[in-house]
């Protein structure tokens, strides 16, 4: 995928994620971009290795594995930021 779609993709990634664990995080918008982008990448790593596939393109498994890897991006991130 192009860096567009892997921003457009993260966006909502971490929207979602953001939806599903609401709470007050510092950083907003950017925050929720990067979360969501980095969540993507590292729930595709995950599910790799795990056999599960990964994010391989703009599907509702690709999604899944996204928006995982955000909302576990997001909790570590609240457990650095107390």
């Given at each position: 995928m192009g860096i567009i779609a892997w921003i457009v993709f993260g966006l909502i990634?971490?929207?979602?994620?953001?939806?599903?664990?609401?709470?007050?995080?510092?950083?907003?918008?950017?925050?929720?971009?990067?979360?969501?982008?980095?969540?993507?990448?590292?729930?595709g790593w995950i599910g790799t290795a795990l056999g599960m596939g990964g994010v391989s393109g703009f599907n509702f498994g690709s999604f899944v594995v996204a928006v995982l890897g955000a909302i576990v991006l997001l909790v570590l991130y609240r457990v650095v930021r107390r």
């Open positions: 990634a971490g929207a979602i994620a953001k939806l599903l664990m609401p709470g007050k995080d510092p950083g907003g918008f950017i925050i929720t971009i990067v979360i969501g982008i980095l969540g993507a990448v590292v729930g």
